[in-house]
């Protein structure tokens, strides 16, 4: 199905049970989740004080010219202050909220506060990102009734899921081989349910009730091939604007690299390695299953390419960010990830 890269919405996924039964409050006589109100009392004695980003969703529904939603303004205020003034006011979107990351910043050795929902556990981007950024693609959104996220396809061709603890969402999805005019797919997602959100597919999310959902942004090893025409695209595109600038001679690898990642939120390198340590991983499980080898060959060809296609190439990129004693021992490593991956 991940493969297939077509919407779908799971039902009876039981991951977030924790979560739900935390964060609502059943109706009276109605044992359901389907019914159940927020719980707020909660919500502020455990996260009152916190930080959360509130998107002003005025958002005309404009894209820049790589396709991508030019980003709405976004104000920091405390989880008290959502809750109590804000949280209700049509305008206001609580978004991309890194929930699962401030739990673990501030209790680094209690158990997360839930698992990735059962279809994505193949995820090799946040746990990553976890070891190299310290950042993450893992959100909690929180939106009052008509709140919506305009016309977007998902950052660096990742695929999303997005769980509803509370409340409904009108999906509206555009299939990529289709014009945007063409009739869309749509489809309502009720509480306690799992949409799966596919790799370049544009889609667009109205909130019919209040709602609050988690969301994560990810890769799949199957998938790579998406997250590498994405990151070639933005080097073209950094490439180009230097060129404009007239700086294509005067910009160090390391510079480079480093507008990429303030670009699209990764590089070249930071791809490469993330690549090698999700192969080094299946190899070490040393799985025999059609999946893993699958997935091997799906990281191999994208390690193929990397490797092989680039200007500036790959391995001049390393040297630029990880020094050459660095960049020898991760480019024969991938040598010997080619060999072995037959
Ligand atoms: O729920 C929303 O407002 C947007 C969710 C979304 O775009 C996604 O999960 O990819
Ligand atoms: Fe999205």
Excluded at 11 to 19: A, H, I, L, P, R
Excluded at 105 to 133: G, M, Q, W
Excluded at 307 to 335: C, F, H, K, N, W
Aim: net charge negative; with cysteine.
């Amino acid at each position: 199905m991940i493969a297939a890269n077509v919407p779908f919405l799971v039902t009876g996924d039981k991951t977030f049970s924790n979560v739900v039964e935390a964060w609502t409050t059943p109706t009276p006589g109605d044992p359901s989740s389907a019914s159940a109100s927020i719980n707020l009392p909660h919500l502020v004695d455990t996260y009152g004080s916190w930080d959360i980003p509130v998107k002003k969703n005025s958002n005309p529904g404009v894209l820049d010219a790589d396709g991508r939603a030019v980003e709405p303004e976004c104000v920091t205020v405390t989880m008290n202050e959502w809750v109590e003034e804000l949280r209700l006011l049509p305008d206001n979107y609580l978004k991309d909220f890194h929930l699962h990351n401030a739990v673990k910043k501030r209790s680094p050795t209690a158990p997360p506060l839930y698992e990735s929902t059962v279809f994505c556990r193949h995820d090799i981007l946040n746990p990553f990102l976890d070891i190299v950024t310290g950042g993450d693609f893992r959100f909690m959104y929180w939106g009052p009734p008509g709140s919506k996220t305009t016309l977007h396809s998902d950052v660096m061709n990742s695929f999303s899921w997005s769980y509803n603890v509370v409340g409904e969402k009108e999906w509206t999805f555009y299939r990529p081989w289709l014009a945007d005019d063409n009739e869309p797919i749509e489809f309502t997602q009720a509480p306690g349910t799992t949409v799966f959100v596919p790799s370049t597919w544009k889609h667009e999310v109205v909130n019919t009730a209040e709602t609050i959902s988690l969301n994560h942004n990810w890769i799949a090893p199957c998938a790579v091939d998406l997250m590498l025409a994405c990151l070639l695209n933005e080097s073209c595109a950094v490439d180009k604007e230097l060129a404009a600038w007239g700086l294509s001679e005067t910009v160090t690898l390391e510079e480079r690299e480093k507008m990429m990642c303030s670009a699209c939120g990764m590089n070249i390198s930071m791809f490469t390695i993330m690549l090698v340590r999700a192969a080094v991983g299946l190899l070490a499980r040393a799985g025999n299953d059609a999946a893993s080898a699958y997935d091997l060959a799906s990281l191999k060809s994208a390690l193929t390419i990397v490797t092989s296609s680039l200007t500036p190439s790959a391995e001049q990129r390393y040297r630029g960010v990880l020094g050459d004693d660095m960049a020898q021992l991760l480019t024969s490593l991938i040598d010997k990830i080619l060999l072995f991956v037959s």
